[in-house]
């Protein structure tokens, strides 16, 4: 099993940069795809970014492609969101999330597919 803790949200202007952290705990960090997802009021869940556990494929939503960046240190059970040009839409509960890959190379995008989820962590984007 893995336990998963965010931190790094907070309160950022637009066109501004914000980096959110991931820290597991537990065995076989590599073992398993990861995602960040958000939620802004009133809307579904969405995948953000998400990454495969061995060979570094990705998904990006299209509204933050260019923008978001997923890195993850299998080393330091650590994955990392690199948000820049923050918008307003970009508002949200940010959470990551973890599944036990069978592939090295599968990523997956839906939130029912993954079995371990952080606590979550506010980003908002204001002036």
């Known amino acids: 099993q893995l336990q998963l803790v965010e931190s790094g949200g907070g309160l950022v202007q637009p066109g501004k940069s914000l980096t959110l952290s991931c820290v597991a705990s537990?065995?076989?960090?590599?073992?398993?795809?990861l995602g960040w997802f958000r939620q802004a009021p009133g809307k579904e869940r969405e995948g953000v970014v998400c990454?495969?556990?061995?060979?570094?494929?990705?998904y990006s939503l299209s509204s933050v492609k260019g923008r978001f960046r997923i890195y993850r240190d299998n080393a330091e059970n650590k994955v990392t969101l690199q948000m820049n040009n923050l918008k307003p839409e970009d508002t949200a509960v940010y959470y990551c999330?973890?599944?036990?890959?069978?592939?090295?190379?599968?990523?997956?995008?839906?939130?029912?597919?993954?079995?371990?989820w952080g606590q979550g962590t506010q980003v908002t984007v204001s002036s």
């Open positions: 999330a973890a599944k036990k890959a069978l592939q090295g190379w599968d990523v997956f995008t839906s939130d029912y597919e993954y079995d371990y």
């Open positions: 537990g065995f076989g960090f590599d073992d398993y795809a």
């Open positions: 990454i495969s556990s061995r060979d570094g494929s990705t």
